[in-house]
């Protein structure tokens, strides 16, 4: 049978962890605390890493980056899948909003802005 006095101890060392780690938690960010409050779940709850997790992810951008052409052909068109869709989509999306301008007879007058 414990003593009065361990008992106390028990408890008030009990009571001075707890303290200490709100004390703990208090101090930190949001950002800090939420990294915190999941590491304390996995390790008390034993969470396994999915297969999933470990797969390369291949994002839009990735796939741009790999298939934009400046200038494209009728056989780049020609490939139905995925990727070359949304490398399609892409160029005709540039291509409306920056058309190029080759008009041999376009002149800009800057004398309006050296004469004013």
């Known amino acids: 049978m414990a003593s009065f006095g ?45 297969s999933r997790d470990a797969l390369p992810v291949k994002t839009d951008q990735d796939t741009l980056r790999e298939g934009y052409r400046f200038i494209r052909s009728e056989e780049d068109d020609m490939n139905p899948s995925w990727e070359q869709r949304l490398v399609k989509r892409y160029y005709d999306k540039l291509f409306k909003e920056y058309p190029l301008q080759c008009d041999p007879y376009f002149i800009l007058d800057f004398s309006i802005f050296f004469f004013s």
């Open 6 to 50: 361990s008992l106390k101890q028990a408890i008030f060392d009990k009571q001075a962890r707890t303290q200490q780690y709100q004390d703990h938690i208090r101090g930190l960010n949001a950002y800090d605390r939420h990294k915190r409050f999941l590491n304390d779940y996995v390790g008390y709850y034993g969470g396994e890493k999915s």
